[in-house]
């Protein structure tokens, strides 16, 4: 976990992600993901300089038989608050919408659903789970099916809500969470959604994996190059 620690504390640091007072709300959608983002920030608000409190908020898509209870469980095995929060995404998207993409609004949805959620529950920043992975595939969906350079930003404030979104993991490859999540034995749930595994994100996916055809290191590449002319950090 030292590993996992050490990513998260310097990508908090390159970004000033977390200040004095700061209430962060953990978006956890109960993937290994986002739980090994609870478990990391909970721990490092023992000994990190900067005094923060974490709570997580995990959203019910709406999808039949789905027991969060391992979740509570886990929170409360860890100290941290935890707040089930009822939403029709699921059939607000595929009962009434019937998307055959449904991942952009569903995403969409679900940070709105968090944002509102923390703000009322007195947070000013929400964490959510993206990895390094996620911010390659990102910047190549964006340009592949919208033809603009674009990738998410590690921090953004947004206006509206006056909430601060960050990505503590950015550091971090999809197989250290993988690691992590099974040494630690985290209660990760399977994804319901029936998109799951047949989106332009999983095809997305395997395309950055074939990089590796190219180059060992391709995908390090190209998130250095993402780091240093879309997000600004040198170095």
């Given amino acids: 976990m030292q590993h996992i620690f050490s990513k998260v504390r310097k990508a908090v640091e390159d970004f000033n992600m977390i200040e004095d007072g700061d209430k962060i709300a953990v978006g956890v959608s109960a993937g290994k993901d986002s739980l090994t983002m609870l478990y990391t920030l909970s721990f490092m608000?023992?000994?990190?300089?900067?005094?923060?409190?974490?709570?997580?908020?995990?959203?019910?898509?709406?999808?039949e038989g789905m027991d969060f209870s391992p979740i509570k469980e886990f929170c409360d095995k860890i100290n941290v608050e935890f707040h089930l929060v009822p939403s029709q995404i699921k059939q607000?998207?595929?009962?009434?919408?019937?998307e055959e993409n449904p991942c952009s609004l569903c995403a969409n949805l679900r940070r709105g659903i968090l944002?509102?959620?923390?703000k009322s529950l007195g947070c000013n920043k929400v964490a959510l789970g993206h990895h390094l992975?996620?911010?390659?595939?990102?910047f190549f969906l964006s340009l592949f099916f919208e033809g603009r350079i674009y990738c998410f930003s590690p921090k953004t404030y947004l206006d509206r809500t006056q909430i601060t979104t960050i990505r503590p993991m950015i550091y971090l490859k999809e197989h250290d969470l993988r690691s992590a999540a099974r040494k630690l034995e985290l209660p990760v749930i399977?994804?319901?959604c029936p998109a799951n595994g047949k989106t332009n994100r999983q095809r997305m996916k395997e395309f950055v994996k074939s990089?590796?055809?190219?180059h060992p290191a391709t995908k390090d590449l190209i998130f250095n190059a993402i780091k240093r002319n879309i997000w600004g950090l040198k170095g």
């Fill in 45 to 63: 608000r023992r000994f990190y300089p900067k005094k923060f409190e974490v709570i997580a908020l995990t959203v019910d898509m709406g999808f």
């Fill in 92 to 98: 607000i998207v595929f009962d009434i919408r019937k």
């Fill in 115 to 118: 944002n509102s959620t923390a």
């Fill in 133 to 138: 992975d996620d911010v390659v595939e990102t």
């Fill in 190 to 192: 399977t994804n319901p």
């Fill in 211 to 214: 990089l590796k055809q190219f």
